[in-house]
Nanobody
Framework: QVQLVESGGGLVQPGGSLRRSCAGS????????LAWYRQAPGKQRDVVAG???????TYMDSVKGRFTISRENAKNTVYLQMNSLKPEDTAVYYC????????????WGQGTQVTVSS
């Protein structure tokens, strides 16, 4: 059974940093695009950053220059380094293994709260 296990969330002050990790068990990451999403209370779930199989990255505009997504296929792990955090970054963050075909289901992590507050 494929599972994604996240770690690294929590409470941080504005301007601080956090590093999120997402490790896959029963799953090989190397052939899949991976992504981080977030969902704030009362809002839809949005994609924060994505990374393709060849390492190409994309970011939502509000996190460009502050967040970095990376992957380590040998460890079946994807990371999200979050710097210069702002209160508006507060949300539940989810990692996702993107499906390769329309017939394959996406795999989501359990979600972890990140709160940016003084």
């Amino acid at each position: 059974q494929v599972q994604l296990v996240e770690s690294g969330g929590g409470l941080v002050q504005p301007g601080g940093s956090l590093r999120r990790s997402c490790a896959g068990s029963g799953s090989i990451f190397s052939g899949y695009a991976l992504a981080w999403y977030r969902q704030a209370p009362g809002k839809q779930r949005d994609v924060v950053a994505g990374i393709t199989t060849d390492g190409t990255t994309t970011y939502m505009d509000s996190v460009k220059g502050r967040f970095t997504i990376s992957r380590e296929n040998a460890k079946n792990t994807v990371y999200l380094q979050m710097n210069s955090l702002k209160p508006e970054d507060t949300a539940v963050y989810y990692c996702k293994r993107e499906p390769r075909t329309p017939y394959e289901r996406a795999i989501w992590g359990q979600g972890t709260q990140v709160t940016v507050s003084s």
